[in-house]
Nanobody, 123 residues
Framework: QVTLAESGGGLVQVGDSLKLSCVAS??????????VAWLRQRPGKEREFVAGLRMSGNKYYADSVKDRFTISRDGGAHFFLQMNDLKSDDTGTYYC????????????????WGQGTQVTVSS
């Protein structure tokens, strides 16, 4: 079973940048058919898709973060979310997650989750 662990959250100001990291470890592995994504839960809102990555390299973004956030992988077990020009509306808990059945933007389709890392953007 793959275990996911996020890091890199923190308190920043509007317009700042932050880079989140996720490491996949444990007895399992990320397969080529899996879809790795970052999702977030903002205060008072449902969990939502932010950015995702097929192992083939295709990337997907929510409209609200397109052109500001970049998802990447180091070729191994580390996944990243570079967040630029942060806005107060980006405040929330960010999760790294894996959908073993492939591409999806629905939180219910992700069956492996990290514990989350808090991002707070102060104005």
């Amino acid at each position: 079973q793959v275990t996911l662990a996020e890091s890199g959250g923190g308190l920043v100001q509007v317009g700042d940048s932050l880079k989140l990291s996720c490491v996949a470890s444990g007895g399992g592995r990320i397969y080529s058919s899996h879809f790795v994504a970052w999702l977030r839960q903002r205060p008072g809102k449902e969990r939502e898709f932010v950015a995702g990555l097929r192992m083939s390299g295709n990337k997907y973004y929510a409209d609200s973060v397109k052109d500001r956030f970049t998802i990447s992988r180091d070729g191994g077990a580390h996944f990243f979310l570079q967040m630029n020009d942060l806005k107060s509306d980006d405040t929330g808990t960010y999760y790294c997650a894996v959908a073993r059945r492939g591409y999806s933007r629905q939180p219910r389709d992700f069956d492996l989750w990290g514990q989350g890392t808090q991002v707070t953007v102060s104005s």
